[in-house]
């Protein structure tokens, strides 16, 4: 399974992008779909998740409010949207594609698949 992300680039504080994950196979109407990123020096973090069963969808504390995840599963693509966006959410974002229990959804660990990751730049 390849994961591809798109949709990152410089915004203007405030401004809405929104990203996308792109799957080679049909995958994420089976598996839990997750956006992680990770700004320079700092460690990955956990952003949004969508399971495949039922839809259920978890947001990162930072984020929570602002970004809605997203999926379409004709077009087997998970998205992010991202409002009220702010200099510190400035990162690589990374897709990924797995089977985390709940206890793990935030943690990156049993995710399969990772995307090469997209770039999100917020200037103030």
């Known amino acids: 399974v390849q994961l591809q992300a798109s949709g990152g680039g410089s915004v203007q504080d405030g401004g809405s992008p929104t990203l996308s994950c792109a799957a080679s196979?049909?995958?994420?109407?089976?598996?839990?779909g997750g956006w992680f990123r990770q700004a320079p020096g700092k460690e990955r973090e956990f952003v949004a998740a969508i399971r495949a069963s039922g839809g259920m969808t978890y947001y990162g504390a930072s984020v929570k409010g602002r970004f809605t995840i997203s999926r379409n599963g004709a077009k087997n693509t998970v998205s992010l949207q991202m409002n009220s966006l702010k200099p510190e959410d400035t990162a690589v974002y990374y897709c990924?594609?797995?089977?985390?229990?709940?206890?793990?959804?935030?943690?990156?660990?049993?995710?399969?698949?990772w995307g090469q990751g997209t770039q999100v730049t917020v200037s103030s």
């Open positions: 990924a594609e797995g089977r985390p229990i709940l206890s793990q959804i935030w943690s990156g660990a049993d995710y399969n698949y």
């Open positions: 196979e049909r995958t994420f109407s089976s598996y839990t």
